[in-house]
């Protein structure tokens, strides 16, 4: 074999590659998407306003609003669906 042959393998090997772990990548982020929205929406419920009156006493804050909140809960939910992925997947 010579050694363009090589070079020319070695190359469309790691585009191949590339293509590969960025599917991948692109399932991972899809599926942590998809199951973060599903916790957000399991989470929410009339009792909000108690979780955020007991954050405002735990954080010693006056400021934690509705908005904060709402943050708070969607970076729990992500947070704990990149732990399930990395569980279920690894």
Aim: some cysteine.
């Amino acid at each position: 074999m010579s050694l363009q042959k090589a070079v020319e393998n070695w190359r469309e090997n790691a585009y191949c590659k590339m293509l590969d772990d960025t599917e991948m990548q692109d399932a991972k982020a899809e599926w942590i998407e998809s199951r973060a929205e599903e916790l957000i929406r399991n989470f929410s419920n009339d009792n909000d306003w108690q979780i955020i009156e007991l954050l405002k006493i735990k954080l010693e804050s006056k400021s934690i609003d509705a908005d904060i909140y709402k943050q708070f809960v969607t970076d729990i939910c992500y947070s704990q669906a990149k732990r399930q992925f990395e569980e279920n997947y690894k």
